[in-house]
Every structure is written in structure tokens, then in C-alpha cells.
């Protein structure tokens, strides 16, 4: 089976490419995957092509045709013994067509025909495996990790005040954003194809939301159940050893990891990751689920101590600025999996954005309600909001909350989740930072992709948002970064296009009824999951570090000495007053900030792995 464990750089055009192969020969230009070779393969193939790579990259050249790619596709999608990145390429080489309806997996390919100075470019549907390209002196570059283009010396290292900004609203640069001038991220579901130096975007897939399913809901929820193991049927494992799937105890996870076990012949191991903390630690359930469908259970307990050493490490696997504290127990999840010889997890991303799971979701209708409620009632709201405006405690402050987020059409509402330096603009960024941005510049690229949705209904084109945005550029990065610095791949069967198209037929009322999550998700799964399963709260997989920071230690002094260092003040993002006051604030338990803190810890570290020592 093909694999996406490595990296390339394609490089186009006519300009001078030695000082990019001597920085790229160095084996320290490239990410730190485990288990991958150090040998750097230098390939150039037809005139003005060059192609640099290493680890599981696929390569095919035939004359002034050629292309290279990454791919892993499910088990059961094609038949036994297909490489279907070498039908890629081969296709390409014949042909000079490429199409992705054949494709279901994940993927990366950049082709080339250098007799027309064409290049292709092309990424999954949700940009599982990213591209990077960027008009440099020596033509065009595309690379698969934004290190290889700051180390091969094709673009200079000067980072994004745009990219900063949006990274400090959502914890994440959004694509086509990247975290570093002149360089753009492929959009999921696109392509790039440039023709003799003009570039273009074309997009390929998007989610569509007809919502046109009739029946009853018992017609409707069988339908969908039959959708859902069909699905799962295609990411089955053909290796008697059986893969694995994360197992949080949640819904989406324990839903994969039963039908999985259903098949009985081949095993499926489950991976679990617990805390000490109270509140965090799932494992009771993830038990229930691995009892049930008698899985082959592995967990692990992560500590403070676990997660401090992990940083540094976590910071070489994310090229950009990343911000997600989950990444922590992902990776822990994903070691846990390589150690017992598993090199593939099944994970249960994107449920919450198909199947109306979002806590977000529940939440916009009540916000909804209060939006629509009749005057009298939004200025008694009001007045109460304003009789709290003098206090600062947690319950104060979430009354002022409410009022302020129900107030807010959609996007806006929905954005407010994500905007703490928007929030906070004149007191959190300095003069010089602001300079560069105006306020709703993040709040413009949601209010983008809600509008381009083709959605009849609020909540339709808020999953559709989250598609693009928690999925592609956050949930799905998450997962693969950190799997990746395990030396394990994963494989998304509720991001299966045909699972999406199918989901985007059901009525909107199958997805939030009332203020019920998950409504048809649930009747679907009756027989699939146990009831406890189907009646938790959800919790995520987040990392206790609200605690860590409020009790002291040494994640505490890891934020202390970082986030309020002179070379994170020297950047001149943030005002370090403001800074202080929201540590302070946090500690004393004001308001959880805990997200906002570790934004900044992990933004100072990305600048100290990827531009000092480039400036130096």
C-alpha cells in the first residue's frame, strides 16, 4: 500500500536551482519522521525541472512528462495489489489527464509536461496532505512542507502579519494563508495549474447541501446506517494483524472502532489516551466501547511532565504556527499504536461536522432564538449585561457573553468562538501590528466560506464552514502532523466524499431537532452503539492545561518563561501588559484562557525553530 510519510519540492522554471540542492542535500532541511530514510533523491527529469525528495514518495518519468505524489487509499476501495499512485502517474504520463473521482483517499501529486511548461498541483478534499507553492526567482516551487521552501532558500523568512492574525483568532493559519510572505496553501478539494508561468485555482469537489431525503426518520436513519457501514466496509485492513483506530470513548471514534469488529476475522486494536485530572480522562468509556466490541485494547495515561517534554518535538512537526493542545494526547495516541506494530489509525474526524455533533451547533440555536426573541426580551438581555459590566468573575462574565454573542447574525456569532485577538484588538496588539490588519480581516475569510456555501440553512452552512475550516486546516493537520512524528498514517472514513455528498441530502432537522445533537446519527446507531455511549457528554480529546497552568509546575514555568520572554516581547505582536493581565486572569480563575495562552507559547516556539536561526 502506498504511504504519505515523506516529503517533496518540485521546482519549475529556467532560474538557477544549485544553491537549492546544495541546502536540500542537507538532511536537516527536512521534517523529522521517524523511520524515514535520510538519502535525499535530486531528480531532474526534463528541462527546468527539478524534483527533490525522500521517504514514501511516489516518482514516475517518462521524456518531458512526469510527476511525483503521496497517497494512501482505504483498504477496500480498489482491487488487491493496485498502486494507485503509480496509476496516477502513469496515467498522467500517457495520457496527460488526471481526475480524482477514482481517488478516495488521501493525496498530494504534483505533474509536470515541460514541453508546455504546464504543472499540476492537486490535494485531497480536505487537504490531508498539504501543498505549498510560491513564485520564487528560480520559477515555481511546490513543496509538500513550508520548511523545504524557507531551507532550499526560494523565499525569504518573512512571516505573515496576515497569517499572524489569523493564527491568533483560530490557532491556525487558514489556507490559503500560509505563515510566511509570498507562499500560499492549496485549498482543500483544489487544484493549481500553471501553464507557462500563469497560475489558477480550479476547484474539483465541495460539499453540497440539496436536504432534499423524504421518509420517516426510521426510513431515513436505516438509510443512513447502511451509508455508514458501507463506508467503513472500504477502510477495512487486509493485514491479518488488523489496523488500529484512536478510541476516545466518543461517538464518532466507538462508532468506527464497532464496525470495524464487525467483519470478526481480522482484529481491531484501540488506542486510548487518559488523564489524572478530573474531567478530562475518558477512558471509562473508551472501556465500554473496546468491551463491547471486543477490541484489542491499548491505553495510556499522559501527565504534565509528558507533555512538556513533547513540545519542542511537536513544534518540528508543524511547519506553521499550531495551536490546538490536542495534539499532545494525538501523538501519544499514535506512539502508542507504532509501539504495538500498527502503522495504520482509522480516525473518526469530521462526525461532529456531518452528523450535527458540534456542542457549537446546540449552542447556536439557543444563541438563535435569543437573536429572533422580541425586543422586550433582548433589552432586559441588555440591561442585565450592562448591570454586570463593573465585574469580573466567571459568571458575570458569561451572562456578558451571552448577551453579546445573541446579539450577532451569523457568521459573526459563530466566529466569536474563534476571535480572541479581534476581541481584544487595540488592548492585546500593538500599534505596529495593527498597522498591517484591519479588524475583521479573519472574520472576513469566515464570512467568505459561510456565503459560498450553497446551503438553504444556518446550520447547513455552518458544518460547511467547519468542513473547511475545523476539519481541513485544524482537525485534520492535527491528526496527521502528529501521527506523521509517530511514524503512523490515518485514514478519515467520515470524510469519504460519497459519505459527505450522502449526508448533505439529509434534511437539517436530522442533524440538530430541537436542541438535540446528532438526532438521526443516533437513531442510525441504535444497534452500533452501546446506549452509555450514545447518551455521553461530549469532551473531546483536550489536554488539562487550564489546570496545569492554574496550580503551578512545570508546563506553569514553561508559559512564564516563554510567553513573557524578552524575544517573544521583542516581536512586537502583542502588548505585554495585556499579556500579564490575561495569565493573571486565568490563574485566578476570571475566565479560562487557557487556549489563548497556549497560542502564544506555541507561536513564540515556531518563530525560534523556523526564522531566528534563518536570520541569524
Not at 23 to 50: I, Q, T, Y
Not at 452 to 460: G, I
Not at 461 to 477: E, G, P, S
Request: glycine residues 10%.
Amino acid at each position: 500500500m502506498s504511504g504519505t510519510i515523506g516529503d517533496f519540492l518540485v521546482l519549475m522554471g529556467q532560474g538557477d536551482a544549485t544553491e537549492a540542492a546544495r541546502r536540500l542535500a542537507d538532511p536537516a532541511a527536512w521534517a523529522p519522521w521517524p523511520g524515514v530514510s535520510p538519502e535525499v533523491r535530486h531528480e531532474a527529469p526534463a528541462p527546468g525541472v527539478n524534483v527533490w525528495y525522500r521517504g514514501d514518495v511516489g516518482f514516475a518519468a517518462t521524456g518531458e512528462l512526469g510527476g511525483v505524489g503521496l497517497a494512501i487509499e482505504p483498504g477496500g476501495t480498489q482491487p488487491p495489489g493496485t498502486d494507485v499512485r503509480a496509476a496516477t502517474l502513469q496515467h498522467w504520463i500517457t495520457r496527460q489527464q488526471w481526475s480524482a473521482k477514482a481517488l478516495r483517499g488521501r493525496f498530494a501529486y504534483v505533474l509536470w509536461d515541460a514541453r508546455q511548461r504546464r504543472l499540476l498541483a492537486a490535494t485531497d478534499t480536505f487537504r490531508s496532505c498539504t501543498l505549498y507553492y510560491a513564485d520564487t526567482p528560480a520559477g515555481l516551487a511546490v513543496a509538500t512542507d513550508l520548511r523545504l521552501l524557507l531551507r532550499a532558500g526560494l523565499v525569504k523568512p518573512a512571516v505573515s502579519m496576515q497569517a499572524v492574525y489569523h493564527y491568533l483568532n483560530f490557532s491556525f493559519v487558514p489556507a490559503p494563508h500560509s505563515a510566511i510572505e509570498g507562499v500560499r496553501k492549496l485549498p482543500p478539494g483544489h487544484c493549481l495549474e500553471s501553464i507557462d508561468g500563469r497560475s489558477s485555482l480550479v476547484k474539483y469537489w465541495d460539499a453540497h447541501y440539496p436536504a432534499d431525503f423524504k421518509g420517516t426518520d426510521e426510513s431515513r436513519a436505516a438509510g443512513l446506517r447502511d451509508k455508514m457501514v458501507e463506508t467503513l466496509g472500504h477502510y477495512g485492513s487486509t493485514d491479518t494483524s488488523g489496523w488500529g483506530a484512536f478510541l476516545s470513548g466518543g461517538t464518532d471514534s466507538s462508532s468506527i472502532a464497532s464496525m470495524l469488529s464487525r467483519g470478526g476475522a481480522i482484529p481491531v486494536n484501540s488506542f486510548s489516551i487518559g488523564f489524572e485530572e478530573e474531567g478530562y480522562d475518558e477512558l471509562p468509556f473508551s472501556r465500554i466501547a473496546s468491551e463491547a466490541f471486543k477490541l484489542k485494547a491499548h491505553e495510556r495515561r499522559v501527565g504534565e511532565k509528558d507533555a512538556v517534554s513533547l513540545i519542542p518535538r511537536l513544534v518540528q512537526a508543524y511547519d506553521e504556527p499550531f495551536g490546538n493542545s490536542s495534539a499532545i494526547p494525538t501523538f501519544y495516541c499514535a506512539e502508542l499504536a507504532a509501539r504495538q506494530g500498527v502503522g495504520v489509525l482509522v480516525g473518526g474526524d469530521g462526525g461532529d461536522e456531518i452528523f450535527g455533533g458540534n456542542e457549537r451547533y446546540r449552542k447556536d440555536q439557543i444563541f438563535e432564538r435569543y437573536f429572533r426573541a422580541p425586543s422586550p426580551v433582548r433589552a432586559m438581555g441588555s440591561l442585565a449585561a450592562k448591570a454586570f459590566s463593573g465585574f469580573d468573575s466567571r459568571f458575570a462574565n458569561r451572562v456578558k457573553n451571552f448577551v453579546e454573542r445573541g446579539s450577532m447574525p451569523n457568521p459573526d456569532r459563530f466566529y466569536s468562538d474563534d476571535s480572541f485577538a479581534s476581541d481584544h484588538f487595540d488592548e492585546l496588539l500593538t500599534a505596529g501590528f495593527r498597522s498591517h490588519l484591519q479588524r475583521d480581516d479573519s472574520l472576513d475569510v469566515q464570512r467568505d466560506i459561510f456565503r459560498a456555501s450553497d446551503a438553504a440553512d444556518d446550520l447547513h452552512r455552518l458544518m460547511y464552514l467547519d468542513l473547511k475550516m475545523t476539519i481541513a486546516d485544524n482537525d485534520v493537520v492535527k491528526v496527521v502532523r502528529a501521527a506523521k512524528l509517530a511514524g503512523v498514517q490515518v485514514v478519515f472514513p467520515y470524510l469519504d466524499r460519497d459519505l459527505i455528498d450522502y449526508t448533505g441530502h439529509l434534511p437539517v432537522a436530522d442533524k440538530v431537532r430541537g436542541l438535540e445533537k446528532r438526532f438521526l446519527f443516533k437513531l442510525a446507531t441504535r444497534d452500533i452503539l452501546p446506549e452509555a455511549i450514545r447518551k455521553k457528554k461530549k469532551q473531546g480529546f483536550g489536554l488539562p492545561v487550564s489546570v496545569w497552568m492554574r496550580r503551578g509546575g512545570a508546563f506553569h514555568d514553561m508559559v512564564h518563561d516563554i510567553v513573557l520572554s524578552p524575544q517573544a516581547i521583542a516581536r512586537g505582536y502583542c502588548e505585554p501588559a495585556f499579556v500579564r493581565h490575561l495569565i493573571e486572569r486565568h490563574e485566578r480563575g476570571a475566565w479560562d484562557h487557557a487556549s489563548e495562552i497556549y497560542m502564544l507559547l506555541m507561536l513564540e516556539l515556531w518563530h525560534r525553530e523556523y526564522v531566528d536561526p534563518l536570520l541569524a
